[in-house]
């Protein structure tokens, strides 16, 4: 059986583990390369 909350969960795990190994957050915003193209219009933003 598929558990929503533990997918989530390892989803969240590795998206917070690319940018650390990839210099940290303020590394990869200062590169500008966001990896994906944001859609006509919207501009991306940092949380």
Same mark, same amino acid.
């Given at each position: 059986m598929?558990?929503?909350? =533990? ?8 998206? =917070?583990?690319? *940018? ?9 915003? =200062?590169?500008?390369?966001?990896g994906?193209?944001? *859609? *006509? ?7």
């Amino acid at each position: 059986m598929l558990d929503p909350v =533990a997918v989530d969960a390892r989803a969240k795990a590795r998206q =917070a583990e690319l *940018p650390a190994a990839n210099g940290g957050r303020e590394a990869v915003i =200062a590169r500008g390369d966001l990896g994906f193209s944001v *859609p *006509p219009g919207v501009a991306p933003t940092f949380d």
